[in-house]
């Protein structure tokens, strides 16, 4: 069974290249531009992995992974960023450990590849 990637990224081509990249890789991958899609998106079909852009229109980075935990608690979270602190920001908000790795843009494809396949 493939397993099931939701990227939520507002960059129309990185998502392009990374449908690409993972469905060669094997999955099944949905694509979301905007974080007012979120709920939505996941109370349709449940995703093994979420790949998160931080920064984008609609819900802000720290409501929309807390609507991924609350809708989709068996998801694993994988934040990509153009901000290096975000650790922190996250651990003031008690949401680190809900996320399985942050990724600074601009990130290498293969290293996102490698995480993900450990999932």
Do not use: W
Request: glycine letters at 8%.
């Amino acid at each position: 069974m493939k397993k099931k990637l939701l990227i939520i990224d507002d960059d129309a081509e990185l998502c392009k290249e990374l449908i690409e990249i993972f469905d060669s890789e094997g999955y099944n991958v949905t694509c979301i531009f905007n974080g007012d899609d979120i709920e939505k998106t996941i109370a349709q079909s449940e995703f093994h992995i979420i790949l998160l852009d931080f920064k984008m229109p609609g819900l802000n980075g720290i409501e929309a992974l807390r609507a991924i935990k609350e809708k989709s608690r068996e998801s694993k979270i994988l934040i990509a960023t153009g901000r290096p602190y975000i650790e922190d920001l996250l651990k003031r908000e008690g949401l680190f450990g809900a996320v399985g790795g942050i990724f600074v843009k601009p990130y290498k494809p293969e290293l996102l590849i490698e995480k993900i396949k450990t999932f």
